[in-house]
């Protein structure tokens, strides 16, 4: 059963318009979220994190809401850039020792020039 | 970029052979993890080890075995490859469990085929 959930394998959106990219939790032990970009041929690289004691973490052009109550985050980018175009996983870790990454199967996005 | 480096990159073996996939780092860190990247499923633990000759299972560890001699290296074997192993492999290291915040520094991974 997955604790993490990604339901859209893909997205398209125009370039320079807003892209919302979601996930889905089901483990009320998870205190730590974020989200991994990877490109073809390459391994996934960190992108942005947020804390269950938050609910909104911003840079630059990416913005990660988190709604706990409804277990649920969301991967803003704006504006979208056809460089953006990336597989993007979703991942949590539990509160305790071990501590290890939880991923989502991931959302492909595709920018549109 | 962190200094990661997977061999080999590719790799096409027969089921029933046995398959090593190796992890090199240079960031002497002490947390080590080989994944498994699959349709549907994204990436998935099949073990971690945390410092020397200790090492844990992971989410889909059956099938595979894993060995941490050294602090740079972390082998992952197939001990009898079988089709349902065919994947890309990625390795991934950071400082704390979990990189304590998450962040791991993933490698470039290793695609296996089993035929």
């Known amino acids: 059963d997955q604790q993490v959930k990604q339901n859209s394998p893909s997205l398209s959106v125009q370039e320079g318009r807003i892209s919302i990219l979601n996930c889905d939790y089901t483990?009320?032990?998870?205190?730590?979220f974020l989200w991994y970009k990877k490109y073809p041929a390459e391994g996934p690289t960190f992108l942005i994190s947020i804390s269950s004691i938050k609910d909104k973490n911003e840079d630059g052009r990416f913005t990660v809401f988190l709604n706990k109550s409804a277990k649920h985050l969301s991967l803003h980018i704006v504006p979208s850039q056809p460089g953006d175009s990336a597989v993007y996983f979703c991942a949590a870790i539990s509160s305790g020792s071990a501590r290890q990454l939880t991923f989502g199967s991931g959302t492909q996005l595709t920018v549109l020039p | 970029d962190a200094g990661i480096t997977q061999s080999p990159r590719h790799k096409v073996t027969e089921t029933g052979t046995p398959v090593t996939l190796r992890c090199h780092q240079t960031?002497?860190?002490?947390?080590m993890y080989w994944y498994r990247q699959d349709p549907g499923h994204g990436l998935r633990l099949i073990h971690y080890?945390?410092?020397?000759?200790?090492?844990d299972k992971g989410e889909v560890s059956d099938g595979y075995s894993v060995s941490r001699s050294k602090t740079e290296d972390f082998l992952l074997t197939l001990e009898s490859a079988t089709s349902s192993q065919t994947s890309v492999y990625f390795c991934?290291?950071?400082?704390?469990?979990?990189?304590?915040?998450?962040?791991?520094?993933f490698g470039e991974g290793s695609r296996l085929t089993v035929l």
């Open positions: 080890s945390y410092g020397v000759k200790d090492t």
């Open positions: 483990n009320s032990m998870f205190d730590y």
């Open positions: 991934a290291i950071s400082e704390s469990a979990g990189g304590n915040t998450g962040e791991l520094f």
């Open positions: 960031e002497n860190h002490r947390y």
